[in-house]
């Protein structure tokens, strides 16, 4: 979550300052464009009922972030893994509905004290540069990523293996320490590494970083710093070559710039603001020349409150504020209706999401009857409801850069008032947000914001064993059962009997409350409507990009000659 | 002149080290730190690995002894390497950077003289004018107006009404396929607006200060003795007031060296231009403080020897200055 966050607080800073100014500025430009704009295009845009997949055409992305290093463990930003998980792949991958799948591996055995994974790998598979791919390139991948000199990010799941074998060039063996459920999706595109390639020198300074060669649908072909890199298809790819000859990244780091980009028909895909999607892209021009797209994101936002702090201990109390916030209003006015209300930390739509959990409508008065049965009342007639002669005030951080979660605490802090809460709002810049006060639990409650993945285990977030300094519980939220409920959630392997296992958890942490779980924001890609292929998916649109087309007699650039 | 020379050289030695020694307590102060980019709130990093990672970085060394050693490095002129995950020399990212911001920023600065010059001359030598006043509402509005905001407008119009005009980046997607003219135009036509709105922005110091220079000029007594040998107007201004007044300027001209290498967050980041300004701020955000005090030396290092110019050519041109110096 850190990193795209990290680029959005980068970003909307000085944006969200001049959107106002950019709105002023389009009017006086004047609704000419699009028009003038549409004859241009109108020539190829006939849709085409149905279209034939060709091969052919240059896919071109904006990015408001650089990649920075293009061997997946190495970085930890979404525009690099964004771009290396077209060139490398796993040995598992999810499908389309979120099922694991092989990727690499043809198909996997668990053993049945759930302790040991054997893969049987794809024969016949070849690096980029002709070299053919083993099973010791999974193994050296997996080496590398627990050696202690690896500045990797992603060590840990890695370090739960007791043993890894390559038992010979078409079978990976790995045996665990303790049943360890999240292992299987961890072979993703994280561990395999051409042996070859990298054996024997500084992976950190390894030039694959910057010229990566591996065994996905695309292949590296030029990187611009700070500019563009260009991938090409992969003539040789095992699951046949990506139709897209060519897909281009380029860094554009302002949203605005990015936008007019758009319009003049120099990129053909990029990720819309709830601004943009809802307001300025349903012209003709744009209903002719784009597709726009939304899914919900891998995030939540909430409002977590520090159980340290005596008021927020009564579970009443954390009840009662979720009572009275409105979340379908959140949604509504600080995401333009772009979101959906969150029941918990998981994403809806997902095998292990539970819709049947305790929900929070709008409720006011059921708040205050929750607040005065906790002692919470307005004894004073100040307009602040008190307790033992001390009025319900607290002050929630979040941090400087997201002006997303700044308008949510200010709605949040207008319904709050109306039951007679006084809630303070403090923004603090990203580091010292971490370190001084969240590190510390220095705070009362806090707006902040989890990515969430295709994977139900959240140990580190919801474990009582992980409520010490600068670890992830810092709200020290303990409850005996859901450390049990997680336990037991990493030993098992069946999906059904998971499923039953975060159903409950969830059904805690409702009741429970915790966070107030505030909404799940949505993505809103926008593609250029010759561009074929694309199926929606809770994954979002990228899964399946090397089967993304652009039907012949509707594409835009011109073809490569791609040497094998 | 060597003395004044020497002296003047040998004060900046220390300045140079002073410089340096503050940027790197200053950065390594500032909260926060590269580690915490790959770490913080992430659920997949242990507290031992962001441990490996501080050391990995150097990072538990105390601050005395990371500033020796980055000394030590520095005396042999290597700035080490980026801690963002690219690992790479910081010199060759400045390298990579440097040229486009030095070409946009020459450009601009080269435009900002041609224009601010005569337009400061011809305001002081027709002062309170119809003509002098309407050319200072042009360059204080030019001055005020925010400049991001003036790129965008400029972008619609140019860009994406017109369509004369690429709206960012350097080079087209198919520049390696233009013939030698057609790459000529490519870079022209990409570099066209950040030229000129930067310029824009420069204007108005440099013309303000242009005039104000002439008009004290014009009020000197060899002016007067000039005009009253009956030398033409025209003589008068552009000959003996104009050269005189052009002093100051070169002072301005030394302190704009480093901006020539520092470039503008603000354009490049309008622009998508792959420049300095972006280098910088991307690593003061990140923390990676291998680059930035690569930046920031390399910085220091060339405001120093810009206002060391600027000195010597005032010397070279002003006998007062040298003598006031040995005085």
Known sequence: MRNRDQRRRFFHGYLSLFFFLLSVALSLGGCGGGERAETKDSKRQPLISSPQPAYGDTLVEGSIGEATNLIPMLSSDSASHDIAGLIFNGLVKYDKDVNLVGDLAESWEVSGDGLQITFKLRRGVKWQDGYPFTAKDVLFGFQTITNPNTPTAYAEDFRQVKKAEALDDYTFRVTYEKPFAPALTSWGNLVVLPKHLIEGKDIAKSELGRKPIGTGPYRFREWISRDRVVLEANPDYFEGRAYLDRYVIRVIPDLATMFLELKAGGLDLMNLTPIQYSRQTDDRFFQRNFRKYRYLANAYTYLGYNLLEPKFKDQRVRQAISYAIDKEEIVKVVLLGLGAPATGPYKPGLWFYNPGVRKYPYDPAKALALLKEAGWEDRNGDGILDKDGQPFEFTV?????????????????????KIGIRMKIRVIEWSAFINEFIDKKDFEATILGWTTGFEPDQFDIWHSSKTGKKELNFISFKNREVDELLEKGRRTFDQEKRRAIYFRLQEILAEEQPYTFLYVPEALPIVHSRVYGIEPSPLGISYNFHRWFAPQGLQRYERLALAP | MASYLIRRIL?????????????????????????????????????????????????????HERYLRWLGRFVSLDFGVSFSADRRPVLDKIKEALPITILIEALSLLLILIVAIPIGAYSASHPYSAFDKSLTIFVYVGFAVPTFWLALLLLILFSVQLEWLPISGIKSLDYARLSLAGKLWDTSSHLILPVLLSAFGGLAG???????????????????????????????????????????VVTVLGLSVPGLIGGSVIFEQIFAIPGMGRLFYTGVMSRDYPLVMGILTIGAFLTLLGNLLADISYALVDPRIRKGGRG
């Open chain 2, 206 to 248: 440099l013309s303000r200060y242009m005039r104000g220079s002439m008009l004290e000029v014009m009020r000197q007594e060899y002016i007067t003795a000039a005009r009253s040998k009956g030398l033409s107007e025209r003589e008068v201004v552009y000959k003996h007031a104009l050269r005189n007044a052009l002093l100051p």
């Open chain 1, 397 to 417: 951080i979040t941090n400087e850069g997201n002006p997303v979660r700044q308008r949510t605490a200010v709605v949040i802090q207008e319904r709050l008032k």
């Open chain 2, 11 to 63: 004060t900046l030695i220390p300045l140079f080290f002073g410089i340096t020694l503050i940027s790197f307590a200053v950065i390594h102060l500032a909260p926060g730190s590269p580690v915490d980019v790959l770490a913080d709130l992430n659920p997949k990093m242990t507290a031992e690995a962001k441990e490996r990672l501080i050391s990995y970085y150097g990072l538990d060394k105390p601050l």
